[in-house]
């Protein structure tokens, strides 16, 4: 084993003494075209609609949800992708999305969320880290088309253009604080946060004292029952 | 005998009124054999005004379109702008106080399970235009004839 390592090294580190420098020179350029186009090619491939909801989990469940939204379905026909929103398409945040991918991978080969009920237990988790990523890069998979500049608030709806116009403008909420649940279904939001960071304190369920967990709370119950 | 043939006549005056309906259901002036034009599917009414009851106790009209919004055990799409926490940032009315009631009118601390679902009572307003006639008088307009008769008896 050693002895192989050795040799290995004795020929990386001695000129080539058969093969001409031209040909090294133009063989390297035509293998690097090939392995950097073939790396792409796969990676664009990995990239694509057909790809995710070529596993069970990804067609039966969020797929399906997606069909009736209006990311899916509209009067114009111009539609999103998987890709498109869960995605960025800058290619060195694509690599790193990529890169923490291979968890999605680990995820399939032992059936993480193989079935409907395993998929639902895990659907929060699964959904705040989308949540958490797009408000870390201020919804910029929603941006790649909605962008602010373009948004005419004379042609929305009256209440549409108020929130727009209120959060929006101001810098004061991206996207995703408003938006979660736009394209798939939501998972129990009991003590989650509908509107603002998901970090904050919950203001949509905050009647529910048991879900909303806070430490406050739990003494005061325990005063008064006692 | 008389009674029989009051009856017939009934019956034939009421054939060829139902002849000159021209509702007719679902295939207004279509043959059987035919397959009917399927009528335009009206918008919804997004105009985000409020719109006048018909009578106090009527749910009031959605007046925005609610697609696909989500009302089932995990979440409640409508609450997250109605509910009494969420006013603030919506601006929307708050949904009211019978809401937290039940059935017994106790007042429970968040909504009653039996409000949930707000679609059950709220509806959008379509922009169609009603096949029927409407005869149904607003009861501002019932009182005003009312005191108009007494106003003309004195």
Known sequence: MFRLLKRVWHILVHPAAHLSLGFLTVGGFVMGVIFWGGFNTALEVTNTEAFCTSCHEMRDNVYEELKPTIHYTNRSGVRATCPDCHVPHQWTHKIARKMQASKEVWGKIFGTINTREKFLDKRLELAQHEWARLEANDSLECRNCHSMESMDITRQSKRAAEAHERFLFTGEKTCINCHKGIAHQLPDMHGQAMFGPTSDAPEQMSENVEASGSAEVKAYLKTVTE | MLKRFAFAVALLAATAAMAENQLGGLRPDTPLAE??????????????????????????????KIDNYQIDLNVNKCLSCHSRTAVEASQAPMISVTHFMDRDGQTLGTVSPRRYFCTQCHVVQHDAEPPVANGFLDVDSVLDHIIGAGEEGQ
């Open chain 2, 35 to 64: 397959e009917s034009e399927a009528p335009q599917i009206p918008a919804v009414v997004n105009s985000d005004v409020r719109q006048v009851r018909n009578y106090p106790d009527q749910p009031p009209i959605i007046p925005h």
